[in-house]
């Protein structure tokens, strides 16, 4: 079945963002006179927005909803500043969008980060190329693994989801991809182990960008 459209994650999929996440969620940690996380227990941490990364990251004794809340106002705060640190863009990725613009294939990204900063990231990143939309985490939507966004960008480029391929890191975005009824591809690049995207139910990994070159026919 010939592939209409590409929706990607962000945060391990097309950028690697860890190093300013972990940065800015461990000086909230230490702020707060918590133990900080390792850059490898943070990948498993993230994928469903602040609120969770923190509820995750504290203390089990620290996660009433008051004190969630305060911690997830100090990792805005302190990510607004730090966002970019050590941020860049994975091997092949744009290569891949090359690929995609050449062949007429729009092509989309679908992230829980707050849409706003999804947005900075994309046009500090890659500007140099034409993305259908740029949707992430806004009041009154949905996040994944709800399939609203990436159903409603589907539509909004004129493809069917069975012709639209999901590409993510995570459980969510397998999850997100499985009931949009899109074609689920994990990239094993990104946070999750090819082992972490298996036992999530992955149905197709792939280990480079390019490889998904081979999938859009």
């Known amino acids: ?7 990607f994650d962000l945060d391990g999929t097309l950028i690697d963002s ?16 918590f133990p900080v996380h390792s850059i490898e227990t943070c990948k498993q941490l993230v994928g469903n927005g602040f609120v969770d990364l923190v509820r995750r990251a504290v203390p089990e004794e620290h996660r009433s909803e008051a004190e969630i809340q305060r911690y997830v106002s100090q990792l805005r705060a302190e990510y607004d500043r730090h966002w970019d640190y050590g941020m860049r863009v994975y091997d092949g990725i744009e290569d891949l969008l090359v690929h995609l613009q050449s062949r007429g ?7 829980n980060k707050d849409e706003g900063v999804a947005r900075r990231i994309v046009e500090r990143y890659l500007s140099r190329f034409k ?9 009154g939507m ?9 159903l409603d960008m589907a539509a909004g ?10 590409l993510g890191d995570s459980e969510v975005d397998i999850m ?12 094993a690049w990104g946070f999750r182990s090819p082992d972490d995207l298996c036992r999530a139910g992955a149905e197709r990994i792939i280990h480079k960008p ?5 999938c859009l026919e």
């Open 1 to 7: 079945m010939k592939v209409e459209a590409v929706i």
């Open 18 to 33: 860890i190093g300013g996440i972990a940065f800015a969620l461990n000086r909230v940690l230490t702020e707060n006179g």
């Open 105 to 111: 294939i729009p092509f989309a990204v679908d992230t």
């Open 131 to 139: 993305f259908f939309r740029v949707s992430g985490t806004t009041p």
């Open 142 to 150: 949905p996040k994944k693994p709800d399939p609203a966004r990436a």
């Open 157 to 166: 480029m004129g493809v069917t989801p069975r012709r639209c391929i999901y």
């Open 176 to 187: 997100t991809a499985k009931k949009a009824g899109m074609i689920q591809i994990s990239a």
């Open 210 to 214: 390019m490889d998904l070159v081979s």
